[in-house]
């Protein structure tokens, strides 16, 4: 499986911006990009994926590096309810099979 | 929408005992995929169902083992259990479109003793 880098943690200012990185380097031609977190003690959540070009929901975005070896998730003004484990994921399209890493924790600073 | 959900939410077990967890779809989902997730580490894929069959699975061994019903709810079955296999499972359902998202369940806290 490809495999994705994230920072263990980062820390952010709520109502700021935050930049959540994730490098893919082995990153196949069919793999999608797919970001969920995961809050206390509750499942994995979906936040947004990609192919290829930069996505928007409402959520965040994802932005995604020309030769998609990296990516990030933005969220563009940071909650409280924004602190959790956020993971970056590669999906083959030829296979169901999802690989979580060990994410990265945003702490939300008030 | 109930959106996905599982049973029981807690269960304690004892070392070499078996155990059945189940999860129930979102509606309009028909492939459910199972994950273990060890405190402090990312869930780790188990299988996946998808018309009553098994489609992937990941380095778990037989002892783990699953069924998926013709409306689309599926058990976990672990036998032999380990005290490492005490670990949140959770079930994520989706449509059989890798592009798609999976919805996740909140888990069922096993814990072996």
């Known amino acids: 499986d490809a495999k994705t880098t994230q920072p263990n943690s980062m820390e952010s200012n709520e109502e700021e911006p935050v930049h959540l990185p994730c490098n893919h380097s082995t990153i196949s031609g069919t793999d999608y990009i797919h970001w969920y977190r995961q809050l206390p003690s509750q499942g994995p959540e979906y936040v947004i994926h990609?192919?290829?070009s930069n996505v928007n929901n409402r959520m965040a975005s994802l932005a995604i590096a020309e030769d998609r070896k990296s990516s990030t998730l933005i969220l563009h003004r940071a909650t409280l309810r924004d602190a959790a484990v956020y993971y970056c994921?590669?999906?083959?399209?030829?296979?169901?099979?999802?690989?979580f890493g060990t994410g990265t924790k945003l702490q939300v600073i008030p | 929408d109930a959106g996905v959900t599982q049973s029981p939410t807690h269960l304690i077990k004892t070392r070499g005992q078996q155990v059945t967890l189940r999860c129930s779809p979102k509606s309009g989902h028909d492939t459910v995929s199972w994950y273990q997730q060890a405190l402090g580490q990312g869930p780790q894929f188990i299988f996946q169902?998808?018309?009553?069959?098994?489609?992937q699975r990941g380095n778990f061994p037989d002892r783990f083992s699953g069924h998926q019903f013709p409306n689309y709810s599926s058990e976990l079955n672990v036998n032999a259990l380990l005290l490492g296999d005490s670990a949140l499972y959770l079930c994520?359902?989706?449509?059989?479109?890798?592009?798609?998202?999976?919805?996740f369940g909140p888990g069922t806290r096993l814990t072996v003793t």
């Open positions: 990609g192919l290829t």
């Open positions: 994520a359902s989706s449509l059989q479109d890798p592009r798609g998202e999976q919805y």
């Open positions: 994921i590669l999906r083959d399209v030829s296979y169901q099979k999802v690989t």
């Open positions: 169902y998808y018309e009553e069959e098994e489609r």
